[in-house]
């Protein structure tokens, strides 16, 4: 049992969660170090929200909202630190959910699902009996896809995701948005929209600007877009870091 009267509670509660997904088998032991070096960032971010990730968000949703078949993929440390919060924004955006993982089997498929149809989502992507294409022909892990998902979407957001995938999806005619703690990885540096922001705020502030947005004129969202870029934006978001002091 976590005391909430640690100075690091919440971060200790997101290494339980991690460490709970893992026990029960739809996390890989590798997520366990990505999610270490992610917190080191958020750290530096003085774990909130910088004004570029909230930029970002603008352009990222405005671009969703655009879209005609967005998707968002999962692995299975969004799945551990943000599955209600995902389920949300993809029910708001009416975007489709698809199981996407490096170290893919069908155990880990077949949890991950469940847990998505125990929420009441049950038009879950990517799972063991679905339609998987290759993108680019590519017989990789990354490049699996989803016939009706990823593979035919002009829009993917990729949170938490490995660079590989995200340059993948670069070299097609699909838009990407990823939410990474790190600015200098492969995974921001090949998106379209980088967020460079803790998944556990970034999804939720993602929604509540969909609700807001979702009622605009189009014109309000391709001036969101028109007005945003990505290697200014994670220029500014490297001026976001900060060292903290100790309480």
């Known amino acids: 049992m976590i005391n909430k009267n640690h100075p690091r509670y919440e971060s200790l509660l997101l290494r339980e969660k991690i460490k709970n997904a ?10 366990m170090i990505a999610h270490g070096r992610g917190e080191a ?12 990730a909230k930029r970002a968000i603008y352009a990222a949703v405005s671009l969703l909202l655009l879209s005609k078949n967005p998707v968002i993929s999962v692995n299975g440390n969004t799945v551990a630190l943000a599955i209600d919060d ?25 949890k991950i699902a469940e847990l998505f149809k125990s929420k009441g989502f049950t038009e879950i992507l990517g799972t063991n009996d679905d339609d998987i294409k290759y ?3 590519i017989e990789n892990p990354r490049a699996s896809a989803s ?21 993948l999806l670069s070299k097609t005619d699909k838009k990407t948005i990823t ?14 929209i980088s967020i460079v922001d803790n998944i556990i705020r970034a999804i939720p ?15 309000v969202l391709k001036d969101i877009l ?22």
Do not use: C, H, W
Not at 152 to 165: K, M, Q, T, W, Y
Not at 179 to 192: A, F, G, H, Q, Y
Not at 205 to 219: H, P, R
């Open 22 to 31: 893992y026990k029960e088998g739809y996390l890989a032991e590798t997520a």
């Open 41 to 52: 960032f958020d750290y530096l971010l003085g774990e909130q929200t910088s004004y570029p």
């Open 86 to 110: 995902i389920i949300d924004l993809a029910n708001t955006l009416n975007a489709k959910i698809e199981i996407n993982l490096f170290y893919r089997s069908d155990e880990r498929v077949d």
């Open 135 to 137: 993108i680019n022909s």
């Open 147 to 167: 016939s009706s998902g990823i593979y035919s979407a002009d829009v993917v957001l990729i949170p938490l995701e490995d660079g590989d995938r995200a340059e």
């Open 179 to 192: 939410i990474d703690l790190n600015p200098l990885s492969r995974t921001s540096m090949k998106s379209n």
């Open 205 to 219: 502030f993602m929604n509540k600007i969909a609700k807001d947005l979702k009622v605009q004129n189009i014109s």
């Open 226 to 247: 028109i007005d945003y870029s990505n290697e200014d934006n994670l220029k500014d978001s490297i001026g976001s870091f900060k060292i903290k002091e100790e309480k």
